[in-house]
């Protein structure tokens, strides 16, 4: 195979991988009734004038299922975690005791669990489309190697190398949202 349709295929294959990372870090985020410091991910606290990520100013625990513990590393910051958590609005009231924030996470109502699955296939669909417009982009530029030294049948197992590719990252993308979904049905 010619090496500037290796390289093509490798600069798509490297975009998917991107792509499956992102669709990963999106479904971590949609909580299934269990406890996990993903669930704070994007939330941030005014640290003396600065937006810092709440995983910077203090420690987060799972003692259990259902609960998390904040324990700042200041004490002056338990306020600024407590309104950070409220304002991100996550559907969690944190209790503030003077030394830690503990988040008790609500059991999920049968109704809730559907709205999450649903949530789960539409990011599942985000990511799929994502990675066909990478095979799209690909094939294009393998299609534009035409006029330099590539000859057709080259070109044509190229766009079939990439079609497998992007076989097998679809495949990844629905086993992770699969995966999700199990989760959140599971009482």
């Not at 005014?46 to 100013?57: A, E, F, I, R, W």
């Not at 669990?113 to 990011?123: H, S, T």
Request: aromatic share 2%.
């Amino acid at each position: 195979m010619n090496d500037l349709i290796k390289k093509q295929l490798t600069d798509a294959q490297a975009t998917m991988d991107k792509a499956i990372i992102h669709c990963e870090a999106e479904l971590t985020k949609i909580r299934a009734g269990k406890a996990s410091a993903g669930m704070l991910d994007g939330i941030m606290v005014d640290y003396y004038g600065n937006p810092t990520p709440l995983t910077q100013v203090g420690s987060i625990n799972t003692p259990d299922a259902r609960t998390l513990i904040i324990q700042p590393w200041e004490k002056a910051l338990l306020t600024p975690i407590e309104r950070a958590i409220m304002e991100a609005n996550i559907g969690i009231n944190p209790q503030n005791d003077g030394t830690i924030i503990r988040l008790v996470v609500p059991p999920l109502t049968e109704e809730r669990r559907k709205d999450l699955v649903k949530k789960v296939k539409e990011e599942a669909e985000r990511g799929r489309i994502t990675i066909r417009n990478i095979r799209k982009d690909a094939n294009e530029k393998i299609k534009k190697l035409k006029g330099e030294s590539v000859s057709d049948d080259e070109i044509k197992t190229g766009e079939s190398e990439v079609q497998k590719i992007t076989d097998a990252y679809i495949l990844k993308v629905d086993k992770h949202a699969e995966a999700k979904e199990k989760d959140i049905m599971t009482v």
